[in-house]
């Protein structure tokens, strides 16, 4: 089956404090991870997509990176304004399937 | 940018309606998808159609259906609305194949059944 696990649930940083999300994945052949960002009431902001390991993406403070069996985002020097759910998914190779999410990792970032 | 619309933010309604929530994507999109989020159980798809007529069911669609007339157009039906059913609803659209298959959201509709 099937399946996507985030790390941790909940991570809590200083400003400036920099740290990882884990994403670890179980897929019948990986067609595409994604990484998703949602702030509290709308709908998840699409951050990154990683297609092979090894393949590394930057966005400002974000780094996201891939393996055949995980795929971390780094987050450098964090600001208050980063604190957000971030959401895993992955497309499976299979025709006819809809993304698979991981529940989230929720980071808290305080000044 | 690609935008996906839902008609509405927030809806109110009582147990028993039949209720619609449409969503409207502009990009030219084959696949649209249908998920509901709720706390600690993180994104489940109800439906996702990748063609205009076609649908599929994902992992939770008792008591919902579809129906997805125009390619741009996606609507998912409650057809007697149930206090469980009360969640924030999401819909996404994606492209069909290679590069470029990320789905994009709309804002949501957080639905509350009494």
């Known amino acids: 089956e099937d399946q996507v696990t985030q790390s941790p649930e909940a991570l809590r940083l200083q400003e400036g404090e920099s740290s990882s999300l884990n994403c670890s994945y179980t897929v019948s052949g990986l067609r595409g991870l994604f990484w998703y960002r949602q702030d509290p009431g709308k709908g998840p902001e699409f951050l990154f997509t990683l297609y092979s390991a090894g393949e590394e993406k930057e966005k400002e403070r974000l780094k996201a990176t891939l393996t055949k069996k995980e ?5 450098t020097a964090p600001k208050p304004e980063d604190s957000a759910t971030y959401l895993c998914a992955v497309v499976p190779h299979r025709a006819g399937t809809a993304l698979i ?6 980071l808290s970032v305080s000044s | 940018d690609v935008k996906v619309t839902q008609s509405s933010r927030y809806l109110v309604k009582r147990t028993g ?3 619609f929530l449409e969503c409207v994507q502009d990009m030219d999109h084959e696949n649209m998808f249908w998920y509901r989020q709720d706390p600690g159980l993180g994104l489940r798809l109800i439906y996702f159609s990748y063609d205009v007529k076609m649908k599929e069911k994902g992992d ?14 996606f609507s998912l039906i409650l057809e007697s609305a149930s206090t469980n059913q009360t969640s924030m609803y999401l819909c996404a659209s994606s492209l069909t194949g290679g590069a470029g298959t990320e789905a994009f959201f709309g804002q949501g509709t957080r639905l509350t059944v009494v």
């Open chain 1, 71 to 75: 795929s971390f985002l780094h987050i």
């Open chain 1, 101 to 106: 999410f991981g529940k989230g990792t929720t």
């Open chain 2, 17 to 19: 309606e039949k209720v």
């Open chain 2, 60 to 73: 939770i669609p008792e008591g919902y259906s579809v129906s997805r007339e125009k390619k741009e157009r």
